[in-house]
């Protein structure tokens, strides 16, 4: 089925561990985006993607890494995971720069350790 | 710079209330986009409306309404007859047109709707 799909759905690790979330979609959308959702702070933005191999950094991307090899895919990596990244993370992407709103994964919620 | 300001931290009400939720949004452009999404319970992202900046009419659908007012930028939500359903919490965000595609988010507001 069309979509966009993140794993896992579900993630413990330990401080100081590399660890991946992946974002996988299937519309060929250009844009995509991480987000992560925490209490009082709802969704900032990580990193986000114009297209393959176009990264940028958003508001908070300290400790984080992503990667778009392939269209369909935007895998973010924490390098040395630490207990403030202990979040619900979401992928997103979108078609026409934003215009007709953005889809959203169902979330990885990460919990270090 | 773009802003999306979600004053209203937590909304309690008891079914069928009517109730809205308060979404201010600050920008330079004169093109732009605004949303709403849900997030219920089981943390899922459900987009629920788009607006662009040129068209003003207000839009129902079904019990959700959407008063979009540039006067006073806001784009406020009003949910009629609320239920225990819409439990969640919402997001106003806004996608400016200043040569950036990325959306700002409030920070949402959480409504409570008690059986």
């Known amino acids: 089925d069309a979509g966009i799909t993140q794993s896992p759905r579900y993630k413990i690790t330990e401080t100081g561990r590399q660890v991946t979330l992946m974002c996988h979609q299937t519309w060929s959308h250009s844009y995509m985006f991480w987000y992560r959702q925490d209490l009082g702070h709802g969704l900032r933005l990580i990193y986000y993607s114009a297209a393959a191999d176009i990264t940028d950094k958003g508001e908070v991307p300290d400790g984080y890494v992503v990667s778009r090899s392939k269209t369909e895919n935007f895998p973010l990596t924490l390098e040395s995971a630490t207990r403030s990244q202990t979040s619900v993370y979401f992928c997103?992407?979108?078609?026409?720069?934003?215009?007709?709103?953005?889809?959203f994964g169902s979330g990885t919620r990460l919990t270090v350790v | 710079a773009q802003k999306v300001t979600q004053a209203q931290t937590e909304i309690s009400v008891v079914e069928k209330e009517d109730v809205t939720l308060d979404c201010v949004y600050e920008t330079r452009d004169t093109t732009y986009y605004l949303f709403w999404y849900k997030q219920p319970p089981s943390g899922e992202l459900v987009f629920l409306i788009r607006r662009n900046s040129f068209d003003e009419q207000n839009e129902i659908s079904g019990r959700y309404s959407w008063n979009f007012q540039k006067s006073t930028s806001s784009f406020n939500f009003t949910i009629t007859a609320s239920q225990v359903v819409d439990s969640a919490v919402y997001f106003c965000?806004?996608?400016?047109?200043?040569?950036?595609?990325?959306?700002?988010f409030g920070r949402g507001t959480s409504l409570i709707v008690h059986p």
């Open positions: 997103a992407s979108s078609e026409s720069m934003g215009h007709y709103g953005y889809t």
């Open positions: 965000a806004l996608r400016a047109s200043g040569g950036s595609y990325i959306p700002t």
